[in-house]
């Protein structure tokens, strides 16, 4: 007898788990959209200001548009003298401070001596200081009546001290390089602090003396940092109006004096807007330069 065949087990598919509702698509916000809060204010807070001073010079007080402002300031020789002592006094600031910061940050970084951490941190502080509280420190100690000429008449009797150069062009240099020198440290100060300390060692067990290790080793690795110091002090002795203005230097008028005067003094407001515009044009062409100095430097 043949057995019959058992019926193979009935195997029961499991329960498709239940669809859930489909994910929402992520919708992402186009890039502009983020772009024009920034672009909002800078455009209300800045370009369009911007515009209406380079409007403003092209209207006389005839109406409408036209050069005449422009050739009024330009063969002024109130303009020419501002632009010269500008010029003059921006270059001559900038080349003390590549000198002076490089003195120093060469002294604070590789000559050991108590308190050396303690200035270089005073650096990036002195940093944050407005200008016209150093010239207002410098007229307490150079001025007419400052301490310098108080001394010198306490000691000789004499009716008024030897120190009057603050309110000369010589006054307006020695403030411009007091303030902006550490602009100049900083970037320096970064720069020493990458250099390998076994390349001196190594120049200076060759015989070389402090001289030549500064000028064949260190001054190299420094140059990068001394072009992106100087062109930015550069751009801010030209538009630097503060210490004109605190060191009471009459004979002093560089293109902000002169903006001032022309807008707040004569009420000449093309004049003074031309002579924004110029100074401008000027700043822009030398931070765009900067910019450049700064990313070779790597700044």
């Avoid at 307490?140 to 004499?158: C, E, P």
């Avoid at 240099?173 to 320096?188: D, G, K, N, S």
Wanted: neutral net charge; charged residues 10%.
């Amino acid at each position: 007898m043949t057995a019959a065949p058992t019926a193979a087990p009935r195997v029961s598919a499991a329960p498709a788990p239940a669809a859930g509702p489909a994910p929402a698509r992520s919708r992402s916000v186009p890039a502009w959209v983020w772009a024009l809060p920034p672009v909002a204010v800078l455009a209300l807070g800045f370009l369009y200001p911007l515009a209406l001073v380079v409007q403003q010079s092209f209207t006389p007080d005839e109406g409408g548009a036209s050069l005449d402002p422009y050739a009024e300031v330009f063969a002024s020789a109130a303009f020419r003298s501002a632009l010269t002592t500008t010029v003059w006094l921006a270059l001559g600031s900038t080349a003390g401070c590549l000198v002076l910061g490089f003195v120093l940050a060469l002294v604070i970084a590789f000559v050991p001596f108590p308190g050396g951490k303690a200035v270089a941190r005073f650096v990036d502080v002195f940093l944050s200081f407005p200008s016209f509280l150093i010239t207002l420190a410098l007229l307490f100690v150079y001025g007419t009546v400052g301490m310098a000429n108080g001394l010198w008449t306490g000691a000789t009797g004499a009716a008024e001290g030897p120190f009057h150069f603050l309110t000369t062009p010589w006054g307006v240099l020695l403030a411009e390089i007091t303030y902006f020198t550490p602009f100049v440290m900083r970037p320096l100060l970064a720069a020493f602090s990458q250099l390998e300390t076994g390349q001196l060692e190594v120049a200076s067990s060759l015989g070389a003396g402090p001289a030549r290790i500064i000028r064949q080793v260190i001054l190299p690795e420094a140059l990068p940092a001394l072009a992106a110091g100087g062109s930015l002090v550069l751009v801010m002795c030209l538009n630097e109006f503060g210490i004109v203005l605190f060191t009471g230097a009459k004979g002093v008028t560089t293109l902000p004096m002169l903006v001032y005067s022309k807008a707040i003094l004569e009420s000449d407001y093309a004049a003074a807007c031309v002579v924004a515009v110029v100074n401008i044009a000027i700043s822009v062409g030398l931070y765009s330069l900067y910019r450049v100095v700064s990313r070779r430097a790597g700044a």
